[in-house]
C-alpha cells in the first residue's frame, strides 16, 4: 500500500490558491493510480506546526534517556513529523512565493524536521524520497528574466530537501497566477493561463509516473 505525505501551506483556499489546485491535480491521479493507498495530509495554513523552541531545538541534540520532561514533550511533535516523512513513498508539497521565499508555515515544518543524525547528516532516514515540490508564483522568476535573482523557493528547497534530505526533487512552476488580478500584468494573462494549465498537465503526469515507478520497485 503507497503512502504519499501530501503538504500544502497556501494561506488561500483552493479557489484562490494556484498551489493547492496544482496539489490538488496531483493527489487526485495519485489516489486514481492508489485506491487502496494511504494519504498523510498537512494543512499548514488551518494547522501550522508552531515554530521551533529552546526545548524541541535542544531535544534534537541530545538521546531521548536523557530528554527532561519538557524536552520530551517538544519532541514528540518533531519526532511525529518525521516520522511522517520517513514512512511515505512520495512526497508532494505545495510551496507558493510569498515575499520571495517559502511560507513561513513551511518553514517551521522543515525546522522541525531536520534532525541531525537522523533525517540529516551520515543518516538520512528519508534519502531518495520521489517529492515533487508545486512552486507556483505571482511574477515571473525564471532563467533571464528581470527578477531572477529574487527567486529564494526553489533554491532554498533545493539544498533543504534535496541536499540536506536527500530527496529526488522534481519542481512544477506555475507563473504569473497575479495576472488577472492585477491590472499592471494584463498582457501576461494568456501566457499565465498557459503556465497554469501546463502545471496541472505536470501534475498529472508525474503522479502517474511515480505510481508505475514505485510498482516498479
Given at each position: ?108 515544518w522543515l ?52 541536499e540536506s ?22 498582457d501576461l ?29
Open positions: 500500500m503507497a503512502t504519499l505525505l501530501h503538504i500544502d501551506s497556501s494561506l488561500f483556499p483552493l479557489e484562490g490558491s494556484t498551489s493547492r489546485q496544482v496539489t490538488a491535480t496531483f493527489r487526485k491521479e495519485w489516489e486514481a493510480q492508489h485506491p487502496e493507498g494511504k494519504v498523510i495530509y498537512r494543512d499548514l495554513a488551518a494547522e501550522p506546526v508552531p515554530h521551533l523552541e529552546l526545548h524541541g531545538t535542544l531535544a534534537g541534540f541530545a538521546p531521548a534517556a536523557e530528554h527532561t520532561p519538557e524536552q520530551a514533550a517538544a519532541f514528540a511533535l518533531r519526532d511525529q513529523l518525521a516520522r511522517e516523512l520517513e514512512e511515505a513513498d512520495a512526497v508532494l508539497i505545495g510551496a507558493p512565493m510569498y515575499n520571495f521565499t517559502i511560507p513561513s508555515t513551511l518553514k517551521a525546522d522541525h524536521v531536520i534532525l541531525m543524525g537522523r533525517t540529516v547528516g551520515e543518516q538520512r532516514s528519508a534519502a531518495g524520497k520521489p517529492t515533487v515540490v508545486v512552486a507556483s508564483r505571482g511574477g515571473g522568476y525564471g532563467p533571464g528574466t528581470p527578477r531572477e535573482s529574487f527567486e529564494f523557493v526553489t533554491t532554498y528547497l533545493d539544498k533543504v530537501l534535496a534530505f536527500g530527496l529526488k526533487v522534481d519542481y512544477i512552476v506555475p507563473e504569473l497566477t497575479l495576472a488577472r488580478s492585477n491590472p499592471a500584468m494584463a494573462v494568456e501566457l499565465a493561463d498557459a503556465s497554469k494549465a501546463k502545471a496541472h498537465e505536470e501534475a498529472a503526469a508525474k503522479a502517474k509516473e511515480l505510481a508505475v515507478r514505485l510498482a516498479a520497485k
